[in-house]
């Protein structure tokens, strides 16, 4: 009977270690979770909002220099911030080219003012021209706000969405 008191005693506490040790691993693999799937929702909302701003600058072309309808670069850097939700347009380098100009925002909100006129399109016809829109986003990971110091090093990664469209009007 001596020796099952002293077991039990020997024993105290164990239970609060084996937490300890295995809680640690759990927790940094749910804070990785949740930024990979932060970073994949930035990605997919950067990408979307490349396409509907290429799609919407290829239908405000050729047909539309000089008129009401004319888009200026300013217009298209704002619907591509719009759309881009939960991505920092402080931190999104764009690159805006139709066949008469490129047009480089780095960042994004530096060109939501611009009266720049873009697509600039007037010798252009409409079926053979392309205008195009290439993004990218650098998102702060998880694991760097854990690790700020230390031999480990993480190379960062880039978010690139790029979208072609053909000017239709």
């Excluded at 077991?7 to 693999?29: C, H, K, Q, W």
């Excluded at 694991?143 to 969405?161: C, D, E, K, N, Y």
Aim: glycine share 8%; aromatic share 6%; proline share 4%.
């Amino acid at each position: 009977m001596a020796e099952r008191g002293a077991n039990r005693a020997d024993r105290r506490g164990s239970a609060m270690v084996e937490f300890t040790l295995s809680s640690i691993p759990v927790i940094l693999a749910i804070v990785s979770i949740c930024g990979m799937s932060i970073t994949m929702w930035n990605y997919h909302t950067l990408a979307e909002a490349v396409k509907v701003t290429a799609r919407e600058a290829a239908t405000h072309g050729a047909g539309c220099v000089g008129k009401t309808c004319a888009w200026t670069l300013g217009t298209a850097a704002t619907l591509l911030s719009s759309k881009a939700i939960g991505v920092p347009v402080g931190k999104v380098n764009v690159t805006f080219t139709s066949s008469g100009s490129t047009e480089t925002c780095n960042p994004l909100s530096s060109c939501t003012a611009s009266a720049a006129a873009w697509p600039t399109l007037s010798a252009n016809v409409a079926g053979t021209t392309d205008v195009s829109i290439s993004a990218s986003y650098m998102p702060v990971e998880a694991i760097r706000m854990i690790t700020t110091r230390g031999s480990q090093v993480f190379q960062p990664v880039t978010l690139s969405a790029y979208s072609r469209q053909m000017v239709v009007y």
